[in-house]
């Protein structure tokens, strides 16, 4: 839709968020009156100062100075009142508007096509989350503001100080290049290092971050010294740029003083001649002054926040284009629904698959395979044969270019995703813990479940017993993807959540890696418990349980080649019986 155009102006490209801003309207014409309101009260101001000066003091009447006065806080309380309202209105909206913004990004982006993330990294889709729409808050939240309140001074500023002093005026607007013109030069160059200085700074959090995560490679390569070298380059380099950007920082405070000032002591000179000769009073010189200031300062404002706006502006336009990425795995439009009682027999129909980044060669070619409800079949085959890619199929992760798979007959297309992977439960190769407790990671199979479930599905799985042993049982806390349980006890926990999800087809990616005999032993008994009843895929690398699946299917380079029972294939495929002899770990016993 609205493909982004990085050429198109700053502000236009911001309006891409204005859907976000329309909730939101009646707040947004409140902070606009306080914003016109206080800017009018803050240009009065001058006028106030003007009366101050000419009634209060000139006349020396006391008067006139008190009620000047009162007039003035009056105004100073209004001012107050309107700038409370504004600024609070204008944030409100802002933090609000950027929640909006990244719930709508999250929850578009976790329904996407898990292909999507292979093109797209999850850290970069992280950080449009996390520092885009941060980005895109302060924009929201101060700097528009900003702009508009200063233009509004710049303009009213200009005009006052024309209608209060022509002679002056000019004078100003013709040196107002010579003085704006240095400053916004080195104010650019401040900018443009600034930036740099937070990619640097970004470059340390990074290598801080994978050097903590991997601490444990560090320490057993006896790294630690040269990783302290490392970061201490990476520190270095962040100072450096943070000093260059300071120089150039302190030379533009300096300027802007002596430029700046310098050029409102010559307006006292001018302006001064033009109050003793009696031209023009004392007050006309002081609101002449206030005007003056407030336009530099708004001029400053501006420039200031105009590299704001184009960085936001950037941010949109990647956040615009993560809401627009369309998913390519979709629900049927009329989607047909699996029987209550269906048993789970699943069917594979010539199925050819090319993952879309290798459209020249096939992941999987031409396979049918007929697996009737309950029975087990065990996919074997050397590394990269297809295996996985079959059960990225089965749940749906990419579809298939040719052929399809069948559940009780319906094609999986024609089911909705929901029903479709509610009917499944993977146990994969590496289980998947998230940080949370133990009970917590058993009902991702089933968030409704009772406790009374949850303990019966960690029994069958063979996890009631190291469950019992933890600090808090149940409730304790896992740590972050699981790291305070072994490789066995993670995939206890993922086979009591595949129990308690209590799908008809079950996945099973054997883990390669050997546990210990004993933990080997009660995670395969908990795995027949899994198994009991439904229709599983298994991609085996242990002979048991080769031996126990009511079939076994050879797959090699994409192809199923050979289908049967053990000693079928031990007679009839050379493949099989040398994937036997090397590949399964243990000595055929029983
Ligand atoms: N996301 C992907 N994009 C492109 N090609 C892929 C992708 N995932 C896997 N492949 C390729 O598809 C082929 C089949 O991979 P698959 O993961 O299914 O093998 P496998 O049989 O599970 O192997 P292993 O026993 O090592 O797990 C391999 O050649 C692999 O390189
Ligand atoms: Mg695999």
Partial sequence: MSRSNPKTGAITRLLQVSRFLKPYTLRIIAALIALVITAGIMLSIGQGVRFMVDQGLATESLDSLGNTVIGFIGLTLALAAGTFARFYLVSWVGERVVTDIRQAVFSHVIELHPGFFETNLSGEIQSRITTDTTLLQSVLGSSASIALRNIIMLFGGSTLMLITNIKLSVIILTSLPFIVFPILLIGRRVRSLSRKSQDRIADVGTYVGESLQNVKTVHAFNHQQLA?????????QAFETAVTRIRYRSILIALAITLVLGAIG??????????????ISGGDLAAFVFYAI????????????YG????????TDRLVELL????????PETPVSLPDNHQGEVEVKSLTFFYPSRPDHAALKDISLNLEAGKSVAFVG???????????????FYDPQEGGIYIDGINIRD?????????????????????????????????????????????????????????????????????????GQRQRIAIARAILKNPKILLLDEATSALDAESEHVVQKALETLMEGRTTFVIAHRLSTVIHADLIAVFDQGR?????????LMASSELYSRLAALQFKEPLVG
């Fill in 415 to 487: 089911l909705t995703l929901e029903d479709l992977r509610r009917d499944i439960a993977i146990v994969p190769q590496l289980p998947t813990l998230f940080t949370g407790t133990v009970r917590e990671n058993i009902c991702y199979g089933n968030p409704d479940a009772t406790h009374e479930e949850v303990v019966a599905a960690a029994k069958a799985a063979y996890a009631e017993e190291f469950i019992g042993r933890l600090p808090e049982g149940y409730d304790s806390d896992l740590g972050e993807g699981g790291v305070r349980l072994s490789g």
């Fill in 228 to 236: 302290k070298q490392r970061f201490d380059r990476f520190a270095e």
């Fill in 308 to 315: 704001e706006l184009q960085r936001a502006a950037g941010a």
């Fill in 294 to 305: 407030l336009v530099a300062m708004s001029l400053g404002a501006i420039s200031e926040v």
């Fill in 382 to 396: 050397p590394s990269g044969a297809g295996k996985t890619t079959f059960f990225d199929l089965i749940l749906r």
């Fill in 560 to 568: 199923l080649v050979e289908q049967g029972s053990h000693n079928e």
């Fill in 266 to 279: 010559a307006m006292f000179w001018v302006g001064g001649k033009d109050v003793i000769s009696g031209v």
């Fill in 324 to 331: 627009n990425a369309e998913s390519l795995i979709l629900d």
